[in-house]
């Protein structure tokens, strides 16, 4: 079992920034790989980003990259999204995600098997 419980959310004027966090607990944190998912009210939950068990290899969603950045303190049982540049199509419910089974980070929701709870981000423009 792992749980996860995102924060850092909040309302944000477009081109700034926010930090989101999620803490982990139950399970090894360093034995799996984490994703960040976001969906938009009337949207289907999308990839935003994913870093391995070991923190070394990260992939970002096309329309988050060079400005979105996955970190991991393993000793911490905490994974980051840092999230620069902000805009209003980012507005969503950002969720994290564990994925205990595969060997590769997966790009889709079915593939993650606990979720946390979700945290608002609301970028105004």
């Known amino acids: 079992q792992v749980q996860l419980v995102e924060s850092g959310g909040g309302l944000v004027q477009a081109g700034g920034s926010l930090r989101l966090s999620c803490a982990a607990s139950?399970?090894?944190?360093?034995?799996?790989?984490v994703g960040w998912f976001r969906q938009a009210p009337g949207k289907e939950r999308e990839f935003v980003g994913g870093?391995?068990?070991?923190?070394?290899?990260?992939y970002y969603a096309d329309v988050v990259k060079d400005r979105f950045t996955i970190s991991r303190d393993n000793a911490k049982n905490t994974v980051y999204l840092q999230m620069n540049r902000l805009k209003p199509e980012d507005t969503a419910v950002y969720y994290c995600a564990a994925d205990i089974t595969r060997l590769q980070v997966g790009r889709g929701p079915r593939e993650y098997d606990y979720w946390g709870q979700g945290t608002q981000v609301t970028v105004s423009s």
């Open positions: 139950g399970r090894t944190f360093s034995s799996y790989h």
């Open positions: 870093i391995s068990s070991s923190g070394y290899t990260t």
